[in-house]
């Protein structure tokens, strides 16, 4: 796309996956385009790609690239732009006792026990909840970027846990995990609502939210935020004027 473009592609590879189950559309097909070699993504170039509609898990380099699908949308919301509803400025107010700090990427048994309780209650028998240490290492810690690691505490209790990259341009939100058990959290809210105050306090315009698919439920929440952008044919424009073209060809 034409993004790429303002790459160093002199140094870049970039190459198709075969064709696997999609995660999120029942019955469907995907495929990947991978860049390629990680050791040369660095936080700057990484920048570029996220622009391009790329994301990362752990040193893989992706974006969608489906023969005949284009529901995969990125999104990022321009944080000076967003006006928190009703219900965010709850779950804002709700969760105002948890204390975050900032970490290098690591490994800690409390993370991934974590982890594990998330993906059983909130992702159970999608294949993550059966994530081995070495899996869970190989899918969030490996990285060539600017990337930290946020423990969310209460009450010396780990609640959640979030992974996020310090892009020129934003905050990408890599992954996010917490306690699914706590009645009344929302701490999935409060932690969009969380990386966009710090992209302000950083001086940056953008919080990168990964895809969001208008036909799957599990990225509804995406779309329930104000001042979001998607790319589609390589320009970022408001979401509101995105939807009627976010469905597969």
């Known amino acids: 796309m034409s993004q790429l473009n303002d790459l160093p592609l002199s ?71 967003l006006v928190p509803k009703r219900a965010h400025r709850r779950s804002w107010k709700r969760h105002q006792t948890l204390v975050a700090t900032q970490h290098d990427l690591h490994y800690h048994p409390d993370h991934y026990a974590l982890y594990l309780r ?12 059966r994530d081995s240490r070495e899996q869970y290492r190989h899918f969030l810690l490996p990285s060539n970027v600017n990337s930290s690691l946020i423990e969310f505490h209460e009450a010396q209790q780990l609640r959640m846990v979030s992974i996020i990259d310090r892009l020129p341009d934003g905050i990408s939100s890599v992954y996010t995990f ?55 044919g390589g320009r970022w424009e408001p979401l509101s004027a995105l939807q009627g073209c976010s469905g597969c060809k």
């Open 11 to 81: 140094v870049l590879q970039f190459y198709t996956t075969a064709s696997y189950p999609c995660s999120y559309l029942p019955e469907r097909l995907a495929r990947s385009q991978v860049a390629t070699p990680s050791h040369l993504i660095d936080t700057d170039v990484y920048g570029e790609l996220v622009k391009a509609g790329f994301r990362r898990s752990g040193a893989f380099t992706y974006r969608p690239y489906c023969d005949s699908c284009r529901a995969c949308i990125p999104v990022r919301i321009v944080v000076d732009e």
């Open 118 to 129: 998330y993906q059983m209650r909130r992702h159970y028998g999608g294949g993550m909840d």
């Open 178 to 232: 917490f306690d699914p058990d706590l009645p009344g959290a929302s701490f999935g809210t409060y932690n969009i609502l969380w990386q966009a105050k710090l992209c302000l306090t950083l001086g940056l315009p953008y919080l990168y939210l990964g895809y969001w698919i208008k036909q799957s439920r599990k990225m509804a929440y995406k779309a329930n935020f104000g001042a979001l952008q998607g790319l589609v």
